[in-house]
């Protein structure tokens, strides 16, 4: 996918979306739970009530793991199931990997050759020569952690060095990396008053931010500080949306969580 | 596992040798590639051959995920056999993971309870609450990358932070951090003139240190650098063992390739 073909998703749906499957099996709603293929069976649905208002999905490969080789099985199925029934959607394996070059290419080659996967987002702490691998893929995209939502984001990210935040450091640099134009960047919501720097970094990447809904976070604010000419924002929401309710009614209760966050996003279009 | 009996260990062994298995598909030796069960198959020959050598196993996670659910099914079962087989060895999942809280608490969870490896390695760039999720678990310990073995490591590992560099204030900073006792380092043997500043910011802490054999460093200057009263050091080598010889001679040559690290380190201890 090129992000060309996915800013004119975002303009045509009127969306943003990204639509997190953290589908944690001990909050699968009571009427799949118990299907022999409950995670894969709970995303399908998910899918199917949101794929009209997201224009991407977020595969948390924990929730996955957690299971096991079964667990890595529900994952395949999803994604194989995006890839042939929603196509024009982005993936993004949110696996936050990185390691040495040989070992950084295998993980490459697990989620762009093995498995479909548009994207797969990248922790930055072991620097270029981790990254890179990632960004030989044609069509394909590393979306790197530069500043999250979390508190411990205060440990080390807003640290200073030389003149400014590690942060901005990690993002400042990455620019020059080979494969550039292939790396997004995961910017937490709660941190709106440091995406108009980082914005000003790099202005054409697409950012990931998570943390509206759950997590909490402003969408307006977040698109008014972050969002460029093409858009160039995916706004994801997990929890909020996949566990709205926990009852027989769940897809339709996703179903309107997220066309409520699509029709803010409406708005701020 | 305690830290307490694997330094028995190491004394009883005269050896702080891991051995890491990343079993690259494309470069296992013809006498076992076409093996249903090829990962597995390999991974037990080498255990075998080295099991007696060796202290630690490290499973590279990447190595797996590169085959898929398959892949993954030969994680589980090479565990397993260690748990079975061998369960005073340490065993390490190279995972690199690291998240929000209730991300890395479900990769804690895939490591430790649904797999039951010892320890798992984590990236530190998230901060506390993505660290603190996988030192809550009795006997389980994590291994963070503190300052790692490839030229990206001066990206931003050794960027100065306030009046130290971000390594050391990484390092520092964990100490700090709840179940802290549970926490080991991962550091690069190519670095040696760190390892003695980061033993004195942590002096009763176990050092995973890779990158001794295919990515060059040497054993000698590394434990005089590191070593604690307790040893208090894995040295990892993956490559130059695993694949010591591509012929069917693979596990007999691994097995030389394991004795004579460990000589030169009985010398040492």
Chains 1, 2 share one sequence.
Not at 30 to 52: G, L, S
Not at 158 to 173: I, P, Q, W
Not at 198 to 211: D, E, H, M, N, Q
Request: aromatic share 10%; proline share 3%.
């Amino acid at each position: 996918m090129t992000t060309q073909s996915l800013t004119e998703q975002i303009r045509n749906k009127a969306s943003f979306l990204c639509v997190g499957l953290d589908s944690d099996l001990a909050k699968l709603p009571a009427a799949v739970r118990n299907h022999p293929e409950a995670q894969f069976t709970f995303n399908k649905a998910i899918i199917e009530a949101t794929h009209d208002l997201a224009v991407a999905y977020k595969i948390n490969t924990a929730f996955y793991e957690s299971d096991g080789s079964k667990g890595y099985q529900a994952l395949e199925k999803t994604i194989a199931y995006l890839d042939q029934n929603h196509p024009n959607h982005f993936t993004i394996a949110d696996a936050k990997r990185g390691d040495i070059g040989n070992t950084s290419t295998q993980y490459a080659r697990a989620f762009f050759e093995k498995l479909p996967f548009d994207s797969v987002t990248v922790a930055p702490y072991m620097g270029r020569d981790s990254i890179e691998p990632f960004l030989q893929f044609e069509g394909k995209y590393a979306i790197m952690l530069a500043l999250t939502s979390n508190q411990g984001a205060y440990d080390f990210q807003t640290l200073k060095t030389l003149d400014r935040s590690l942060y901005e450091t990690v993002v400042a640099t990455s620019r020059t990396w080979d494969g550039a134009d292939r790396l997004m960047y995961v910017l937490g919501a709660t941190k709106t008053e440091h995406l108009a720097t980082i914005r000003a970094l790099t202005p054409k990447s697409f950012f990931l931010v998570p943390g509206v809904g759950a997590q909490g976070g402003d969408l307006e604010s977040v698109f008014h500080a972050a969002a460029n000419e093409d858009i160039g924002l995916l706004v994801n929401s997990s929890r909020s949306i996949i566990f709205a309710s926990s009852g027989d009614d769940y897809a339709e209760a996703a179903r309107n969580a997220a066309k409520d966050l699509q029709q803010q996003m409406k708005k701020l279009l």
